[in-house]
């Protein structure tokens, strides 16, 4: 089985600084693991995902993630903070088996300050 | 193009009250979801359709009804809700192969409900 822990529930940060979001994940298998953005009263998008391939994992909006197996993470980082950033951050995994069921972390608020 | 669309964007029902929520996709996909997310909670797994055929239930109380008419639409008919069913009901869908589920999944914009 799988499970996923997102380290921090609210990360604050000053508009045009980096933003860390960190995601630790357990599985018995080589995981996909993706992570989602949600803006308030919105669905969850895309953001990048990992699915076996290059370790460091490149997005949409300056995004990136980078998988690292031996310290089961897969952290997600932007270099500069917009205030658009400022949402509810999902770090999931799924098993390569049964991609229908997806793990969720319990979530990252993000508040981005002008 | 990548889109899940949800209608209605808000529902406010009773709780003798019969209504349906829809979810349609344009993708080829032939896995659909129906996710219930509470306030501050991530998504909790409800059904999953494969090739318009109900795959999986997590246990959902009976007053939940999901359908898939073809294999773009996916419905969830409500009956006899309870106030607590008040949710964010999620739609999305993936593609397929072998038979199972595959990649990332997609999510539409959601239905607010609201049951009084």
Redesign the interface.
């Known amino acids: 089985a799988q499970s996923v822990t997102q380290l921090d529930s609210h990360v604050s940060v000053s508009e045009g600084t980096p933003v860390l979001l960190r995601c630790n994940y357990s599985s018995s298998y080589s995981p996909?693991l993706?992570w989602?953005v949600q803006h308030p009263?919105?669905?969850?998008?895309?953001l990048l995902?990992y699915?076996s391939a290059a370790t460091l994992v490149k997005g949409i909006n300056g995004f990136e993630a980078e998988f690292k197996k031996s310290e089961t993470s897969f952290h997600l980082t932007k270099p500069s903070a917009h205030m658009s950033d400022a949402a509810e951050y999902?770090c999931v995994v799924s098993d390569p088996?049964?991609?229908?069921?997806?793990s969720?972390?319990?979530?990252t608020t993000v508040t981005v300050r002008a | 193009d990548t889109e899940?669309t949800?209608t209605p964007k808000h529902l406010v029902m009773g709780m003798t009250n019969k209504k349906s929520l829809k979810c349609e996709q344009h993708m080829g996909h032939r896995?659909m979801?129906w996710y219930k997310q509470k306030a501050?909670?991530?998504?909790e797994?409800m059904f999953?359709y494969?090739y318009e055929k109900l795959?999986?239930n997590e246990s959902v109380p009976s007053r939940f009804s999901p359908e898939c008419p073809n294999s773009s639409l996916l419905n969830l008919h409500l009956h006899a809700l309870q106030p607590e069913d008040s949710a964010?009901y999620?739609c999305?869908s993936?593609q397929t192969w072998g038979g199972?589920?595959?990649?990332?999944?997609?999510?539409?914009?959601?239905t607010?409900l609201t049951v009084t």
């Open positions: 996909s993706f989602y009263n919105k669905g969850l998008q895309l995902k699915t999902f088996g049964n991609d229908y069921k997806l969720f972390g319990a979530g | 899940v949800q896995a979801y501050k909670k991530p998504p797994l999953v494969s795959s999986i964010l999620l999305a993936s199972t589920a595959r990649g990332e999944q997609y999510f539409g914009p959601g607010r």
